[in-house]
Structures are given as structure tokens and as C-alpha cells.
């Protein structure tokens, strides 16, 4: 504003140190004094439209800094959504890995292995004492895999897996009742009861094995022990994968 009013001084003060003024009455004093009066009304809208110039201009500035403010959140805020992308993206890969290896795993269809058997297919058995102690337990209900063998009583494991087996035991109080569950002739777990004033006994057991495919799996008498069978299925052995290793 001081500029502008100096600007506007100086120029009315040219005003009067015009070179012929000595000669005045020589020149129209009505039009001279329009010409100045259209001088300084033209000084003024310049003046004004200065004014409005640096009225913009500060304005335009403002919006600048508030364009430069935004500017720098949007960056801030696109510095964010790239960090976020970036983890998402970390995920999706091992999402998609994770989908690879179980595509892989479903490509290769797990076989179908289990069994379950009573002791006797027909009347009933008393099995016990014997120096064969391995139970053949002869009616089968299943054998998907046809991995045991209902001549033998063994199981015999087709590949290398986690493998579930159960098996129960009944008996009477004439001698010890229970049973062994053997992997290649070494003992796992057992069930056993001693014999008791009720009249029969019974007992059960269960376990998963890990094992290679060859491994032989069945059930022994304990030492002159006895277990008894009939169709109700009192005495029974059964097992299945539960998935391959």
C-alpha cells in the first residue's frame, strides 16, 4: 500500500512541473484540466487494479499452501496405502504358497486303508491258553486297502503313515483276560484284568502308530490268558490311516 501511494504522489506531483506552464493562458485551463482530471482517474483504476492484483496474488497464495498441504497428506497417505500394500502382498504370496502345497497334496489322492474285525465269524470261541498267543480274528467288516489278513490276524501297513488302532477283550473269571497290540514283535499297549468274583471281564485300549509301509501290526494273548467271542462281537480289533508321512 505505501508503494502505491508514493506511485500516486509522485505522479500528481508531475503534474505540476510540467515544462510551458510559465504559458498557461496560452492553453485551454478546461481541457488541460480534463486531461489531468482523466489522469488521475486512470491513476486510480491502475492503483485499484493493483490493489485487486495483490488482493489475487495473496489469495492464489493461500491456495497454494493449502494445494501444498493437501499435497503432502495425499503423499503421507499414499506412503501408508503402499506399506499396507506391501503386507497384503506378503500375504497373498504365502496364501498362494500355501494353495500350491495343497493343490500339490490333493493331486496325490491318500489311500484308503482301514479294518475292523470281531474273533469269531461263527457260534462262539474261547481263544487261550496257547502257545500261538496271536489272535486271528476271523469275521471281517471291513478291509478297505485289504490290508489285514483274516487268516493271519496281522495288519500289514501299505505306506509310510500315522496309523489308528483300537481293540477291546471279554473274558471270564477262569483265567487272565486281556490282549497285547504288537508292531513287529515288540509290544505297544496292552489290556488286561485279572479274574474277579463278577463272572466276566472286559477290557480296552487304543493307540496311534507311526509306521513304515512293511510294518506289521496284531494282537497277542497275555501268558495263559483267554478271551472269548461270539456274534454279539465281544472281542474285536480294528484300525486305519489317518493320513500318510
Not at 33 to 50: A, G, S, V
Not at 80 to 104: F, H, M, P, S, Y
Not at 120 to 132: F, M, R, W
Amino acid at each position: 500500500m505505501e508503494c502505491s501511494t508514493l506511485l500516486l504522489l509522485t505522479l500528481l506531483g508531475s503534474l505540476f512541473v510540467e515544462p510551458g506552464l510559465g504559458q498557461r493562458g496560452d492553453v485551454d485551463i478546461n481541457q488541460w484540466m480534463q486531461d489531468k482530471e482523466k489522469l488521475i482517474k486512470n491513476l486510480e483504476d491502475q492503483l485499484k487494479n493493483l490493489q485487486q492484483c495483490k488482493d489475487e496474488v495473496k489469495d492464489l497464495g493461500t491456495r497454494l499452501s493449502t494445494a501444498v498441504d493437501e499435497l503432502e497428506r495425499q503423499k503421507a497417505e499414499t506412503e501408508k496405502l503402499k506399506q499396507q500394500n506391501e503386507v497384503l502382498k506378503t500375504r497373498l504370496d504365502a496364501t498362494e504358497t500355501e494353495i500350491g502345497k495343497l493343490k500339490q497334496n490333493g493331486g496325490q489322492t491318500a489311500p484308503q486303508i482301514a479294518f475292523s474285525a470281531s474273533l469269531v465269524n461263527l457260534g462262539e470261541i474261547y481263544s487261550g491258553p496257547c502257545t500261538d498267543k496271536t489272535l486271528i480274528f476271523k469275521r471281517v467288516f471291513s478291509n478297505a486297502g485289504n490290508a489285514y489278513n483274516m487268516n493271519t490276524g496281522i495288519f500289514t501297513a501299505p505306506v509310510n503313515g500315522l496309523y489308528h488302532f483300537t481293540f477291546s477283550t471279554y473274558g471270564y473269571n477262569t483265567h487272565a483276560m486281556g490282549a497285547i497290540l504288537m508292531k513287529n514283535n515288540a509290544r505297544q499297549v496292552s489290556a488286561y484284568d485279572s479274574p474277579s468274583s463278577d463272572g466276566s471281564d472286559s477290557s480296552s485300549n487304543a493307540a496311534v502308530l507311526q509306521l513304515a509301509a512293511g510294518d506289521k501290526v496284531y494282537l497277542e494273548l497275555w501268558d495263559n490268558g483267554r478271551v472269548f467271542d461270539n456274534l454279539n462281537g465281544h472281542t474285536t480289533f480294528s484300525g486305519f490311516l489317518l493320513f500318510p508321512v
